[in-house]
């Protein structure tokens, strides 16, 4: 069993800054890749930004390049996604998303995170 632990979300003014952070842990023997998505009111999750265990390549949502930067620790099975200037229209619900091979098994399996809400408003 994996577990993802999700924490920095909150209520910022336009332009202000936030760290999200995404600790996974359990039964974990190798992870692909983890990730950050939002869903805003009434709209489709998307992706936000992700980042390869392996090569440490990244990507980004067109709306948030240059505003933020997503990071990983790999000691610590955990990623953080730095978001500044940031604006009304980032304000969602960010889920984790990690994909990983649980100890025992061999197939790739999505594990999400319980969320946590970003609210940009003055």
């Known amino acids: 069993q994996v577990h993802l632990v999700e924490s920095g979300g909150g209520l910022v003014q336009p332009g202000g800054s936030l760290r999200l952070s995404c600790a996974a842990s359990?039964?974990?023997?190798?992870?692909?890749?983890m990730g950050w998505y939002r869903q805003g009111l009434g709209k489709q999750r998307e992706l936000v930004a992700s980042?390869?265990?392996?090569?440490?390549?990244?990507s980004y949502v067109d709306s948030v390049k240059g505003r933020c930067t997503i990071s990983r620790d790999d000691a610590k099975n955990t990623i953080y996604l730095q978001m500044n200037s940031l604006k009304p229209e980032d304000t969602a619900t960010y889920f984790c998303?990690?994909?990983?091979?649980?100890?025992?098994?061999?197939?790739?399996?999505?594990?999400w995170g319980q969320g946590t809400l970003v609210s940009v408003s003055s």
């Open positions: 359990g039964s974990i023997s190798i992870i692909h890749s």
């Open positions: 980042i390869s265990r392996s090569s440490g390549t990244t």
């Open positions: 998303n990690v994909i990983l091979i649980i100890m025992g098994d061999s197939r790739y399996q999505e594990v």
